[in-house]
C-alpha cells in the first residue's frame, strides 16, 4: 500500500519555539530525584507551562504520525553517507550553536553550554574520559535541523519503527495516525524483527541520537556509543519497554545508558562554565578520541 502523500503548511512544521522545550517536558516527565523536594509545585507549571505543554504535544502529534518506517530508512540512507559537510570539531560547535534558543533568553544556555555542562558533571564524578566525550558530543546531531528536517525528524523520545508500539512511550495515542500502525507488516509484536534480535537490528525512529552515533562510531568505546544512540530512548532505559527485542549485550549495555541519563537531564546550570579555563582539557580529549574534523 503506498504511503500517502504528505503536504504541511509551513507554520504547521516545527511547532516548538525552541527544540529545547521538547527536553524540558522530558525533565517534567522524569524530574530530578534530588531537587523534587524544591521544585515548583505541578499547579504552578500547569498555570505557567501550559502554552509550552500544548506545542510540546503537537510536536509529538507530528513525530509519531510521520516517523513510519519508510521515512526512518530514507533519512538513514541519506544521512548516513555523510557527504553533506566536512569541518575541523571545533568549527562543528559553532554550526551546531547557529540553533540559537530565542524562547527564553533569562534561563536557557546555547547547545554548546548543554554539551559542556553534561561534559563537566560527567568529570567531576570522576567518570572516564570517554564518557566525558560522550557529554560533549551527545547532542552533536541536532545539526539535522541546520540541514532543513523539522523538529519531529531530530529530537524528541526515540522509538522502534517497524514493530509495534509499546503504549510506554509518550502520548502513544498520537501512533494511532501513522501509517504504519494499520501496516500488517509492521503492527504486530515483532513487526518485520525476530525475537531477542539484539537493538543493533532496530530501527529506531529518526534523530539526533542515531545520527551522531553514527558520526562517532569508530572513536568512542562500545558503552560511550550506546549512551549516544539510546540517550532519548526512553521508553527503553526509563520504562524497561522492548524486552522480546533486546538481546544479551543490549541488557548489558543498560546500566551505561542509564548512567549517562541523569548527566543529560539534570546538569543545567544557569551559570556558564568558563571555556577558557576548560579549553587545554577539552582540546587534547578530542585530539585523543577524534579525527581532525567531523563529516556531516
Ligand atoms: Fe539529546
Ligand atoms: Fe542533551
Request: proline fraction near 7%; hydrophobic fraction near 30%.
Amino acid at each position: 500500500m503506498p504511503a500517502e502523500p504528505i503536504t504541511f503548511q509551513p507554520e504547521e512544521i516545527n511547532p516548538l519555539a525552541s527544540i529545547e522545550l521538547w527536553e524540558e517536558d522530558v525533565l517534567k516527565r522524569y524530574p530530578d530525584p534530588e531537587s523534587i523536594a524544591t521544585s515548583k509545585s505541578s499547579e504552578e507549571y500547569r498555570n505557567y507551562e501550559a502554552p509550552a505543554r500544548d506545542t510540546v504535544k503537537e510536536f509529538y502529534r507530528l513525530n509519531h504520525t510521520y516517523q513510519t518506517y519508510e521515512f526512518v530508512r530514507e533519512k538513514q540512507r541519506e544521512y548516513l553517507q555523510f557527504n553533506k559537510k566536512e569541518m575541523p570539531v571545533w568549527e562543528a560547535f559553532q554550526f551546531l550553536n547557529q540553533l540559537v534558543d530565542d524562547s527564553d533568553p533569562d534561563t536557557d544556555l546555547d547547545q554548546f553550554q548543554h554539551l559542556l555542562q553534561t561534559s563537566e558533571a560527567i568529570r567531576r564524578d570522576g567518570h572516564p574520559d570517554w564518557m566525558v566525550l560522550v557529554g560533549l558530543m551527545h547532542d552533536m546531531g541536532k545539526v539535522l535541523c541546520l540541514f532543513g528536517e523539522p523538529q519531529w525528524a531530530v529530537v524528541g523520545d526515540t522509538f522502534p519503527v517497524g514493530c509495534a508500539y509499546s503504549d510506554k512511550v509518550v502520548y502513544p495515542e498520537f501512533f494511532h495516525a501513522n501509517p504504519d500502525h494499520d501496516n500488517s507488516a509492521y503492527n504486530t509484536r515483532l513487526g518485520v524483527y525476530e525475537e531477542g534480535c539484539g537493538l543493533r537490528n532496530v530501527h529506531m525512529s529518526w534523530g539526533h541520537d542515531e545520527y551522531v552515533y553514527q558520526m562517532m562510531k569508530d572513536h568512542l568505546p562500545e558503552p560511550g556509543l550506546y549512551m549516544l544512540r539510546y540517550h532519548s530512548f526512553y521508553a527503553w532505559h526509563r520504562e524497561g519497554e522492548y524486552s522480546h527485542l533486546l538481546d544479551e549485550h543490549d541488557r548489558e549495555m543498560l546500566k551505561w545508558v542509564q548512567l549517562f541519563n541523569p548527566y543529560d537531564l539534570y546538569s543545567k546550570n544557569p551559570t556558564p562554565p568558563v571555556w577558557s579555563e576548560l579549553k587545554p582539557y577539552y582540546e587534547e580529549l578530542v585530539r585523543k578520541y577524534m579525527p581532525s574534523s567531523l563529516k556531516f
